[in-house]
C-alpha cells in the first residue's frame, strides 16, 4: 500500500509540483498535500484510495488519459455460447435452469 512518503516520491520522481500532480490525477491541491502528511487537521488519517494509487502508476507509465475498451465486435466463430444465445432473447443458463425446474415439478407431480 502506498503511504505518504511513497507518494510524495512519486510526485517529485516526474517532477511535479503539487498542483501538477493534483491536476494529473483530477485532485484539489490540498488533497495531495493531506495524502503527503498521512494526515487531514486534527491528526485524522488519510488513506490514498486504489484508484489514485492505480493512477499514479497509470501516469508513470505514460498513461494520459483512458478511452475504454476498444468497440470492435468480435468474430462470430469467437463468440461464447452464452453471448450468442443472449443475441435470441435469452440466455442459455437461464434456460438451462428453467429447464431443471419444469422437469423436477413433472416428476413431483408424476409422485403425487
Wanted: proline share 4%; with cysteine; hydrophobic share 25%.
Amino acid at each position: 500500500m502506498m503511504k505518504g512518503n511513497d507518494f510524495k516520491r512519486w510526485r517529485k520522481g516526474l517532477d511535479l509540483s503539487q498542483k501538477d500532480a493534483a491536476d494529473a490525477l483530477g485532485l484539489k491541491r490540498r488533497v495531495v498535500q493531506y495524502y503527503e502528511k498521512g494526515e487531514r487537521g486534527g491528526g485524522k488519517p488519510v488513506k490514498i484510495p486504489r484508484t489514485v494509487r492505480l493512477a499514479c502508476y497509470a501516469i508513470t507509465t505514460g498513461v494520459a488519459d483512458y478511452e475504454g475498451p476498444d468497440n470492435k465486435k468480435p468474430d462470430k466463430a469467437k463468440k461464447s455460447k452464452k453471448a450468442d444465445s443472449r443475441e435470441n432473447g435469452h440466455d442459455a443458463l437461464d434456460g438451462e435452469k428453467r429447464d431443471d425446474k419444469k422437469t423436477k415439478k413433472k416428476k413431483k407431480d408424476k409422485a403425487e
